[in-house]
Nanobody, 114 residues
Framework: VQLVESGGGLVQPGGSLRLSCAASGIRFSMYTMGWYRQAPGNQRELVAAIIGGGGTNYADSVKGRFTISRDNAKNTVYLQMNSLKAEDTAVYFC?????????WGQGTLVTVSS
């Protein structure tokens, strides 16, 4: 199983980034896909999740700014991040979950700074 994130980087406050996570080795459409983040000194927290059928869930801190989506044909999940704030700075991790199966990507760094 591999989850490979891409799209992180340095962006100014108010800017946008789109993260991608390409999955292999799983029946992608059956998995709940999620984006988590971990800032220095903080615990890893859920940012957004999307089930196979497309239902979504967001952390209150990102509602209205971030959008999670998935393309089951491409085995890929996305996180569109708009109106980025300094407090969004973190390593963002892709997660795939199905029953008792739980997989993580290696993470991609997002830095929001002027």
């Amino acid at each position: 199983v591999q989850l490979v994130e891409s799209g992180g980087g340095l962006v100014q406050p108010g800017g946008s980034l789109r993260l991608s996570c390409a999955a292999s080795g799983i029946r992608f459409s059956m998995y709940t896909m999620g984006w988590y983040r971990q800032a220095p000194g903080n615990q890893r927290e859920l940012v957004a999740a999307i089930i196979g059928g497309g239902g979504t869930n967001y952390a209150d801190s990102v509602k209205g700014r971030f959008t999670i989506s998935r393309d089951n044909a491409k085995n890929t999940v996305y996180l569109q991040m708009n109106s980025l704030k300094a407090e969004d700075t973190a390593v963002y991790f892709c997660n795939a979950q199905f029953v008792n199966l739980n997989y993580w990507g290696q993470g991609t760094l997002v830095t929001v700074s002027s």
